[in-house]
């Protein structure tokens, strides 16, 4: 695809320097003159005869084009300040009144093409989206081609295609977040960083928590201030849309509450985990008066504090607990260990040897290891037994290795210790990993719930990218990605083992109504549930019904009224409902569902 791009840099100096530095350089769209690029119908197309004069709306779409392109730039203040820009020229700007009218027919053409279809939805979004971009930036014309095609898409009776009320309504939502994106606060992605690495000195340094505040450092700061990826096929792009401050600090918000709460005090001790009480109480003090500290040297805002108040709060209950516990347990024995760590010198060159007390796990403790700065090599040693041998890399003394080896390995034990519990064959989730699936999008639905700011911006696609981080948190054995193929759609969330094997699916939905209600539970089974996959949710979002009491009450009984509605099972919380239905492809096959409904009003 062929791209004329012109960028005026406001500070080339800071460029230079920031390239230099090796830092992230952010270019506003002020200062780019991107002319776009030429559509494809990627459909059957033949223009209307004599388009578009075919008929008085096409004619009168022209004139009002060129009447507009006549007075350009003096249209508007906001393309008067091209002229003083030093690359606006008028005269290569003479293809946008052809590139706007030719572009609405084609869209006209291809939607009435594909309504039909199953990945309707999918195709003439991503079509829509390909074309808004094709116009480039400052996007020249794209204003009208938007308001044309949004007044067709809202106002068009066709007789050659299905066009319910529902599904004008899903374009319209879409409409309006395109819109709405055309106003997006600019964000700075350095910022992002920034915000991001004050809250990593904040989270406690506890062992257990160390390999998640790790791959949290690893993935920065694509991976967490990124929401999912989209591919347009049109286009061609996989395009990445940026989480704005307050989204990310949110989300931080949340992922404190998620990763405090994964931390069951008794379970670790129980289990030996936790087998030093006094160093676990040095620890808490530790970190207490190292946050303390940091709150002199580092600003927060009125919205991070919040999470600085989680762990100060946190760090006092456990402190104060381990006070009254301690004397009750100075005389257990301790549990065995999971792994060793001896310091070796050979040839005057020090290095580590690590020994995994299961060796199913010593490929797996061998990459992690290898992922840290402070190793040059970890390397599997085929000895009397399997062992890991470890060297420093450059700059790193042995006892700084030990000690980092050391917490890694201690998180990564600790923690898979508290995965969800995964049972053979069909049923692949147990009930108590479902359960732990189900709370968390609870526990993480009821906070979103406080945040109009934000949940005032999502439609179904927000809703899903809000929850996606979290459920990734929760298991170092799965992941949950968004719009998933599975069976013959792409369902909103799916959770899978490290095979590859479906163990929980969720499709997300905005409250339309009770019929509607019924239709988003034949989506789900029809085009996602295969006969293998048991457990499954349908989370539910009202941004527009008042009287939240009663929307609840029309929910549950109207979903009783279901083709495969087997039985209703109880109330997990109180707007979490549990049932049971029959597999649409075998009526002996019975599914769990759970359905979420949450008041985002």
Same mark, same amino acid.
């Given at each position: 695809m062929h791209r004329n791009i012109r960028i005026e840099l406001p500070d080339p100096a800071r460029f230079i320097e920031a390239m230099n530095r090796n830092e992230l350089f952010q270019i506003d769209g002020e200062f780019i003159c991107d002319f776009g690029y030429d559509t494809d119908p990627f459909a059957d197309y033949e223009p209307k005869e004599n388009y578009p004069k075919c008929c008085e709306y096409h004619s009168s779409l022209e004139r009002n084009i060129t009447d507009w392109f006549n007075k350009f730039p003096d249209c508007c203040d906001d393309h008067k300040i091209l002229k003083a820009k030093s690359w606006?020229?008028?005269?290569?700007?003479?293809?946008?009144?052809?590139?706007?009218?030719?572009?609405?027919?084609?869209?006209?053409?291809?939607?009435?093409?594909?309504?039909?279809?199953?990945?309707?939805?999918?195709?003439?979004?991503?079509?829509?989206?390909?074309?808004?971009?094709?116009?480039?930036?400052?996007?020249?014309?794209?204003? &009208?081609?938007?308001?044309?095609?949004?007044?067709?898409?809202?106002?068009?009776?066709?007789?050659?295609?299905?066009?319910?009320?529902?599904?004008?309504?899903?374009?319209?939502?879409?409409?309006?977040?395109?819109?709405?994106?055309?106003?997006?606060?600019?964000? *700075?992605?350095?910022?992002?960083?920034?915000?991001?690495?004050?809250?990593?000195?904040?989270?406690?340094?506890?062992?257990?928590?160390?390999?998640?505040?790790?791959?949290?450092?690893?993935?920065?700061?694509?991976?967490?201030?990124?929401?999912?990826?989209?591919?347009?096929?049109?286009?061609?792009?996989?395009?990445?849309?940026?989480?704005?401050?307050?989204?990310?600090?949110?989300?931080?918000?949340?992922?404190?509450?998620?990763?405090?709460?994964?931390?069951?005090?008794? %379970? &670790?001790?129980?289990?030996?985990?936790?087998?030093?009480?006094?160093?676990?109480?040095?620890?808490?003090?530790? %970190?207490?008066?190292?946050?303390?500290?940091?709150?002199?040297?580092?600003?927060?805002?009125?919205?991070?504090?919040?999470?600085?108040?989680?762990?100060?709060?946190?760090?006092?209950?456990?402190?104060?607990?381990?006070?009254?516990?301690?004397? &009750?347990?100075?005389?257990?024995?301790?549990?065995?260990?999971?792994?060793?760590?001896?310091?070796?010198?050979?040839? *005057?060159? *020090?290095?580590?040897?690590?020994?995994?007390?299961?060796?199913?796990?010593?490929?797996?403790?061998?990459?992690?290891?290898?992922?840290?700065?402070?190793?040059?090599?970890?390397?599997?040693?085929?000895?009397?037994?399997?062992?890991?041998?470890?060297?420093?890399?450059?700059?790193?003394?042995?006892?700084?290795? %030990?000690?980092?080896?050391?917490?890694?390995?201690?998180?990564?034990?600790e923690t898979g210790e508290l995965d969800p519990v995964f049972e053979e064959q069909i049923s692949l989730l147990s009930n108590k990993g479902y359960s732990d699936i189900l709370n968390h999008i609870y526990v993480f639905g009821r906070n979103l719930e406080k945040l109009k700011n934000l949940h005032d911006k999502f439609d179904e696609e927000g809703f899903r990218e809000y929850f996606l981080p979290y459920l990734n948190a929760i298991s170092k054995n799965h992941s949950a990605t968004g719009e998933t193929f599975n069976k013959i759609g792409k369902t909103d969330i799916l959770i899978q083992d490290r095979s590859g094997l479906n163990v929980f699916i969720a499709e997300c939905k905005l409250w339309k109504g009770e019929g509607e209600l019924l239709k988003a539970i034949d989506q789900l089974f029809d085009r996602y549930v295969t006969w293998r996959d048991e457990k499954v949710a349908l989370i539910i979002f009202n941004k527009d019904i008042k009287g939240f009491s009663e929307l609840l009450t029309k929910a549950t009984y109207k979903i009783k009224e279901h083709k495969q509605f087997n039985s209703y099972i109880g109330q997990r919380f109180d707007s979490s409902f549990s049932y049971t239905f029959k597999h649409s492809d075998d009526s002996k096959k019975i599914v769990q569902l759970e359905l979420i409904i949450f008041n985002c009003k």
């Open positions: 606006f020229k008028k005269e290569e700007f003479d293809y946008v009144p052809n590139k706007i009218i030719n572009q609405i027919s084609l869209t006209e053409n291809f939607i009435a093409q594909k309504m039909n279809e199953p990945n309707w939805y999918k195709e003439v979004t991503d079509y829509l989206s390909y074309n808004f971009e094709s116009f480039g930036t400052p996007g020249v014309g794209s204003h &009208l081609y938007f308001s044309y095609v949004q007044h067709w898409i809202l106002n068009i009776k066709p007789i050659e295609f299905e066009y319910p009320n529902w599904k004008r309504s899903q374009l319209k939502d879409f409409l309006k977040k395109v819109s709405d994106n055309t106003e997006r606060t600019n964000t *700075d992605i350095n910022n992002l960083k920034s915000t991001l690495d004050k809250w990593l000195k904040t989270f406690p340094s506890i062992s257990y928590f160390e390999r998640v505040k790790r791959q949290v450092k690893s993935k920065t700061p694509f991976g967490i201030v990124l929401y999912e990826p989209s591919f347009n096929r049109f286009s061609g792009l996989t395009k990445f849309k940026i989480k704005t401050e307050v989204e990310l600090v949110e989300i931080l918000i949340n992922t404190t509450k998620s990763l405090l709460l994964s931390f069951n005090t008794p %379970e &670790l001790l129980q289990k030996g985990i936790i087998s030093d009480a006094k160093k676990h109480q040095l620890d808490l003090i530790g %970190e207490a008066h190292s946050i303390k500290q940091t709150e002199l040297l580092i600003e927060y805002n009125r919205t991070e504090i919040k999470y600085v108040k989680i762990i100060k709060k946190w760090l006092k209950n456990e402190k104060d607990y381990f006070d009254k516990i301690t004397p &009750l347990i100075q005389n257990l024995k301790p549990m065995p260990q999971s792994f060793a760590i001896e310091k070796r010198n050979t040839f *005057d060159k *020090d290095y580590l040897k690590v020994f995994v007390k299961d060796k199913s796990k010593i490929e797996q403790v061998a990459s992690i290891l290898s992922s840290l700065d402070s190793i040059r090599t970890a390397n599997i040693t085929e000895n009397k037994e399997r062992d890991i041998t470890v060297y420093p890399a450059n700059m790193y003394d042995i006892s700084e290795v %030990e000690q980092e080896v050391n917490a890694n390995l201690k998180s990564y034990f």
